[in-house]
């Protein structure tokens, strides 16, 4: 599976984007997608995640009610709409694909990675 993220930006405090994730190589419905980010001098962490049908997801305590991961297996493209933005969500942005069907927060368990999409919030 070949990811492209993109649709990070600059944006004020409250702001909202919008990242997407084209995939390519296998469709959306036979892995499960998910979103990382990593910030300057931090460890990369789970953002969000969808399964292969689109039917659950899973956020991170940390955006739960921010953010809103998305999927269209017709065009086999993935969203994290992102409102509310805060400084601390500036952080490089990866979408990754997993084979598993379960929705993991582990990094680890993706073995398809974007090149990542850079998001600032400034205050």
């Known amino acids: 599976v070949q990811l492209q993220a993109y649709g990070g930006g600059s944006v004020q405090a409250g702001g909202s984007l919008r990242l997407s994730c084209a995939a390519s190589?296998?469709?959306?419905?036979?892995?499960?997608m998910g979103w990382f980010r990593q910030a300057p001098g931090k460890e990369r962490e789970f953002v969000a995640g969808?399964?292969?049908?689109?039917?659950?997801?899973k956020y991170a305590d940390s955006v739960k009610g921010r953010f809103t991961i998305s999927s269209d297996n017709a065009k086999n493209t993935a969203a994290l709409q992102m409102d509310s933005l805060k400084p601390e969500d500036t952080a490089v942005y990866y979408c990754?694909?997993?084979?598993?069907?379960?929705?993991?927060?582990?990094?680890?368990?993706?073995?398809?990675w974007g090149q990542g999409t850079l998001v600032t919030v400034s205050s």
């Open positions: 990754a694909a997993s084979i598993y069907r379960r929705i993991s927060a582990i990094s680890g368990e993706y073995a398809y």
């Open positions: 190589g296998r469709t959306f419905s036979s892995v499960t």
């Open positions: 969808i399964s292969r049908r689109g039917d659950s997801t």
